[in-house]
């Protein structure tokens, strides 16, 4: 069975970083590309990035392109969300997903975490 399991969320002012992760356990062979997404209260759960098996690959949303970068440690089953110059409207829980492709559409990520919470506020 797969898991993932995010981590490093927390309170920020605006302008501020903060770095997520995610751990995987368990084994996921057709589902190896990572993502991020988020859902602020009363609203859609929204693409924010992914990233392809090897790295080399990746994909953002325009709200945070430049401001957020995603990577992964294959060797720790880890993937990373930085996440600079944080902003009010940043503010909602990031979840961590897996799937066979880096694409933005939700519903092509078979697993997904339980979130972490992101709050940017002064």
């Known amino acids: 069975q797969v898991q993932l399991v995010e981590s490093g969320g927390g309170l920020v002012q605006p302008g501020g970083s903060l770095r997520l992760s995610c751990v995987t356990s368990g084994r996921a062979f057709s589902s190896s590309a990572r993502a991020w997404f988020r859902q602020a209260p009363g609203k859609e759960r929204e693409f924010v990035a992914a990233?392809?098996?090897?790295?080399?690959?990746?994909n953002y949303a325009d709200s945070v392109k430049g401001r957020f970068t995603i990577s992964r440690d294959n060797g720790k089953n880890t993937v990373y969300l930085q996440m600079n110059s944080l902003k009010p409207e940043d503010t909602a829980v990031y979840y961590c997903?897996?799937?066979?492709?880096?694409?933005?559409?939700?519903?092509?990520?078979?697993?997904w975490g339980q979130g972490t919470q992101v709050t940017v506020s002064s």
């Open positions: 990233i392809s098996w090897s790295g080399g690959n990746t």
């Open positions: 997903a897996a799937g066979a492709f880096e694409v933005t559409h939700k519903n092509a990520y078979t697993y």
